[in-house]
Nanobody, 127 residues
Framework: QVQLVESGGGLVQAGGSLRLSCAAS????????MGWFRQAPGKERESVAA????????NYVDSVKGRFTISRDDAKNTVYLQMNSLKPEDTAVYYC????????????????????WGQGTQVTVSS
């Protein structure tokens, strides 16, 4: 049974930082492309960042480029999202997602491409 468990969310002031973690179990982590998504109240879920199976390719939504960094540690079955210079508009529930893939360097950016999802962690940025 595949499980993705996010942690690291919380309340932070604008300009602050948080690091989200997503611990995966029940899968061979190195065979999965990983992504972070977020959903704010009244808005659609959007892709924030994604990383390829190999870890050598990443992609970010324009609004977080230069502020967020996605990384993975296959030895720990964990994907991270380092979030710096946080803004109130970053407030949302953040979800990690996993997609099994034969393509080592492909980055999956669309929600429908992901097979497994975590339960989400709340990030609130105060102004």
């Amino acid at each position: 049974q595949v499980q993705l468990v996010e942690s690291g969310g919380g309340l932070v002031q604008a300009g602050g930082s948080l690091r989200l973690s997503c611990a995966a179990s029940g899968l061979t982590f190195s065979l999965y492309g990983m992504g972070w998504f977020r959903q704010a109240p009244g808005k659609e879920r959007e892709s924030v960042a994604a990383i390829s199976r190999s870890g050598d390719n990443t992609n970010y939504v324009d609004s977080v480029k230069g502020r967020f960094t996605i990384s993975r540690d296959d030895a720990k079955n964990t994907v991270y999202l380092q979030m710096n210079s946080l803004k109130p508009e970053d407030t949302a529930v953040y979800y990690c997602a996993a997609n099994p893939t034969a393509y080592r360097s492909y980055v999956y950016q669309q929600a429908h491409e992901y097979m497994y999802w975590g339960q989400g962690t709340q990030v609130t940025v105060s102004s």
